[in-house]
């Protein structure tokens, strides 16, 4: 039952709390961590793309002074199973190559010394046999029949494919005024944490544990995995996250292949091994999101309603496919319309292999790739129709009165105002008056674009949606998956103040600074009587397999579960105050650390004495009731539903909102593209700290921007990796990023306890195809077409260079 | 990566081809070859230390001298495999005599993986144009000790 309560701490810009520490140095990092005669892993990574591994030589390696011990991939295969993938025919994935090595810089064996330098040094001595093979590393190429297969027991370099349908696409082109086509090119590219991975493993043998320090980002499914890879049950491998990560962004949730390495080299060498990724080793073999490839087909009408899409994506998860993949075809299921309110959708969906390093969920997951397509393809039915791209827009929106909606593909819209956020992103830039602008630019020979995207951000994975990758029949044969669950402990100390223990798994969002503002508001107290630890360690706290933080989870499931516990020990203390004044459950109030008597508030008790009580004076407690003050939550989102028999699933459970607006410049001797005006609008839903809200749209304006103009996990035709320094792979510095006007709109989801929804990725998913669209919008007189990324001046030079020699016809 | 360019030697296609496919040459002129051990005639186990970018390594591998057909053409196949990566080489060698020099031109292809292709690889034909430079500056060196 929702109540009114005072909000005097959450939306508010409190400073975060985990600041002191990491500015000063004291953050506790997985390289910070010393344990006793802990040795040094280095791993020896394949130079080739593709190829038979005929054999390996050890014996100098193991001869060098200092080293403890080598792993090698005939090891991984004896004493692992290959790890389990929703996929009709999975690949023999390990966590080193065994037999074969399908990319640029995957594991072949590793070396365990006394320090990183000997283990370097070793790993200089092994000697590899490879007898190269054929590679194949375009997305289309991959699929042909004849492409160089990388795995011989699939047969083919399709893990997945599935077609969908919705609604009635074939009414919707008989009822079209027009179709309007496209091909879309996503580029692979991550988002390259502070922190790499880092993973410190140790074998007990008497007892056959594992205990492994790292810092993996959930969700913690990938536990589970690792156990069945290893053989081995759950409860003897004992995960700890310390307490700050240096940035996830989906990275992290890659990494656990490196943590049953790392742990088969320890049980190996029967050493503590400690092993910290360096950045070479990142950009070669960590994770980025997919490379996609995607054809559509629009159903219009001449006044702009869009009647339905066709669409086939096909996205590339290199060498070998793994958990959560085949995800980055389905995860975007209930959003896939956008904003709109399309009702017709042809979907085919393919995964394929390449020789390129694998994936994990890129911040966006899959979103970027999506609304790059979907988004142009609004401008180019624009520009088809000669209407502005904005009124298209505002004409398809799904309206403020539809709300919660449920969008052809199962998704339940929660809440949003959609032309209300749009019109907010236009004024900020002032369109009418760009457009003048731009018409007047024109007649002096310069080219200023306008570039527009609206997109639905969804927020907090239903891991139902992975059994997308079956079809209905294979769902009814198998067991159901579903959920979004969250554990939350919320407990009061013998004098008074909170402690909250929870299984966010926090990468720097601020999670402990928003739980304190929650709690705070709750009981009446000050954050600074809240503190909160919020590490997983799989033994010593209750978590699930959904728990943390991925896809924006934290401000809706994880808030809701904060909620639930705090007003769960609120009620209790209500139950003891009334017990204490000997009033009435209803009649008793809380505020500023005061329950009360409402008819008589001089009749009162503070929080601490109720706690006091609880813990101090137990028998004065009220018949049957627990000792000390503590409640727990452990919660799912009550929409994260398994899929219906018609492929429909509320693949994500809170959708947020945004609108780009971006005004540029293009030179178009050099390809420069100059930011003149940017605006991003953001519904969020309620704001529970506008300063973390801030730096999350910054964020993810910033990677946006690095795979909009300058990042790309770049291979050449040989399958060799280009982008393995920073030198190459350009992520953009403060002298890139732009100033942004940022505007928010809150419409409180009705699904969360305080109306919050997910912000952590935002706009990742509009900042791609908005700066496409501005571009196009601003080369279109040259004819040029845009329809990849990252648009480096090079790139953009040469698309003039191509519309101008193209033979014109008339 | 292609290679392909011309030198010209003041000297007859005799010498030139003697000293272009000699190992006691090819190993003075090979860059950073330490070592060229016969295997079997016209094939050798060769030991490379080279540094491109940052990045020095030693490549162990071997060096061919391909379908000779003296005086007028050959294949040299150079490969390294070491910690840095690997390196393969392959080009066709062309002579022919004009007045008294000879015109040597090559064409040919060069691949180069692992680390030096990952932090490298704005330099690499830069190197490689370097490299084949030193190769036949080294071979006019060689030809006048004959």
Redesign the interface.
């Known amino acids: 039952m929702p109540e009114k309560q005072q909000k005097k701490w959450v939306g508010k810009g409190m400073q975060r709390k985990e600041d002191l520490r990491l500015l000063t140095g004291r953050g506790r990092f997985m390289d910070d961590i010393r344990l006793p005669q802990m040795k040094y892993a280095a791993i020896l990574r394949s ?2 793309p593709h190829a038979w591994i005929k054999g390996m030589d050890v014996t100098q390696a193991l001869k060098v002074s200092g080293v403890r011990g080598i792993l090698t991939g005939e090891d991984v295969a004896a004493m692992s199973q290959p790890f389990p993938v929703g996929v009709p025919i999975p690949p023999k994935y390990y966590s080193c190559a065994v037999d074969k090595v399908r990319y ?1 810089g995957e594991p072949v064996a590793v070396v365990v010394a006394d320090s990183r330098y000997i283990a370097e040094d070793a ?2 001595v092994i000697e590899v046999d ?1 007898e190269p093979l054929p590679v194949v590393m375009g997305i289309e190429e991959a699929a042909e029949a004849d492409a160089p297969v990388l795995h011989e027991n699939i047969g083919s370099n399709i893990y997945s494919h599935r077609l969908f349908q919705y609604g009635d696409m074939q009414k919707a082109y008989e009822e079209a005024d027009r179709v309007v086509k496209g091909k879309f090119l996503f580029p692979k590219y991550g988002s390259t944490p502070i922190e790499t991975y880092g993973v410190i493993a140790s074998y007990n043998p008497f007892n056959e544990e594992f205990v492994i320090y790292n810092n993996y980002q959930g969700p913690f499914v990938n536990h589970s995995l690792v156990a069945i890879a290893l053989g081995i049950p759950e409860n003897k491998m004992r995960w700890i996250v310390p307490t700050d990560i240096g940035g996830g962004f989906g990275t992290k949730t890659g990494m656990y292949p490196y943590i049953a390495l790392i742990a088969l080299a320890a049980k190996k060498t029967a050493m503590t091994v400690k092993w910290i990724e360096d950045r ?1 080793e990142h ?2 073999a960590s994770a980025t999101g997919t490379d996609r490839v995607t054809y559509m087909e629009a159903a219009v009408k001449k006044d702009g309603t869009i009647l339905g899409l066709k669409d086939k994506a096909m996205d590339n998860t290199g060498g070998y496919i793994r958990a959560p993949e085949p995800g980055c075809a389905y995860r975007s299921t209930g959003n896939h319309t956008g904003a709109y309110q399309i009702r017709h959708l042809d979907r085919e969906v393919m995964v394929v292999a390449t020789n390129k390093c694998l994936t994990a969920p890129n911040r966006g997951y899959t979103c970027q790739e999506l609304y790059f397509s979907v988004e142009r393809m609004v401008d180019m039915v624009a520009a088809e129709l000669k209407m502005d791209p904005a009124e298209i827009r505002f004409k398809n929106f799904i309206q403020p009165d539809q709300f919660p909606y449920t969008t052809a593909t199962g998704g339940v819209y929660d809440a949003g105002d959609y032309p209300k956020a749009f019109q907010m992103a236009l004024d900020k830039i002032d369109y009418q008056k760009m457009r003048k602008e731009q018409l007047k630019a024109r007649k002096e020979g310069r080219y200023i674009g306008i570039g527009l995207a609206t997109v639905v951000d969804p927020s907090v994975t239903n891991i139902a949606y992975v059994t997308l990758a079956l079809t209905p029949e294979q769902r009814a044969k198998g067991h159901p998956k579903s959920g979004s669950g969250e554990s939350v402990i919320v407990k009061l100390d013998p004098l008074g103040k909170a402690h909250v223990i929870a299984c966010t798994n926090p990468q720097g969002q601020g999670h402990e600074t928003v739980i304190s503002q929650i709690v705070a508001d709750e009981l009446g107290i000050h954050p600074d009587d809240v503190s909160v630890s919020d590490v997983v360690d799989t033994y010593d706290r209750v978590y699930t397999i959904t728990t943390g933080s991925y896809s924006s989870r934290f401000a809706s499931v994880g808030v809701n579960a904060v909620v639930a516990a705090t007003r769960k020990v609120k009620e209790k203390m209500k139950k003891i105050a009334a017990h204490l004044l000997e009033a009435n459950l209803e009649d008793i109030e809380v505020k500023e650390g005061k329950f009360y008597v409402k008819s008589s508030p001089e009749k009162s008790i503070q929080v601490k004495h109720i706690a006091g009580t609880a813990h101090w004076n137990q028998t004065a407690l009220p018949e049957g009731m627990d000792v000390g003050l503590y409640a727990s939550s452990l919660l799912t989102m009550p929409t994260s539903q398994p899929p219906d028999s018609l492929d429909r699933v509320d693949s994500s459970n809170t959708y947020g909102f945004i609108a780009e607006a971006i005004v540029v410049e293009v030179d178009p001797a050099t390809g420069q593209v100059d930011f003149l005006k940017w605006a991003s609008v953001h519904d969020a839903g309620t704001v529970l700290n506008p300063l973390l809200l801030e730096g999350q749209v910054m964020g993810s304006i910033a990677h946006a921007l690095g795979g909009s103009l300058y990042e790309e996990w770049a291979y ?1 035709e ?1 399958g ?6 920073f ?2 792979y350009l992520v953009p510095t403060a002298m890139e990023v732009p100033k942004v006007d940022i505007g928010h709109v809150e419409t409180p989801s009705p699904f969360t306890a305080l109306g919050s929804k997910g912000a952590g990725e935002s706009s990742t998913m509009s900042v791609p195809v908005a700066i496409a669209n501005a571009i196009a919008d601003a080369l279109a007189p040259l004819g040029v077409t845009i329809n990849e990324l990252p648009l480096s001046p090079n790139k953009i030079w040469h698309l003039i260079q191509d519309a101008k020699n193209r033979p014109q016809l008339s | 990566m292609k290679l392909e360019g011309t030198f010209t030697f003041n000297a007859p296609q005799e010498k030139v081809w003697e000293v272009l496919t000699n190992p006691r040459h090819l190993e003075k002129a090979i860059p950073g070859c330490e070592k060229l051990e016969e295997i079997e005639p016209g094939k050798y186990d060769a030991t490379l230390k080279i540094g491109i970018a940052a990045v020095k ?1 030693t490549y162990k591998g071997m060096a061919q001298v391909a379908d000779p057909q003296r005086p007028q053409r050959y294949r040299l196949i150079v490969e390294g ?3 840095p ?2 390196v393969k080489g392959e080009a066709l060698i062309e002579l022919c005599h004009q007045n008294q020099s000879t015109v040597v031109t090559y064409q040919g292809e060069g ?5 030096i ?3 490298g ?2 330099l690499i034909s830069g190197i490689a144009k370097m490299m084949l430079g030193q190769f036949f500056k080294q071979i006019g060196k060689e030809l006048k000790t004959l």
């Not at chain 1, 060799?720 to 320094?725: D, E, N, Y």
């Not at chain 2, 691949?111 to 680390?115: D, F």
């Open positions: 130079p080739y640029v790993l200089d490879y070479r950009l070669l050449d040989n060799q990796c280009l982008t393995a320094s030198q190459d | 390594g495999g070491g910690s990566g690997f691949q180069v993986g692992g680390l292709a990952g932090v690889q704005r």
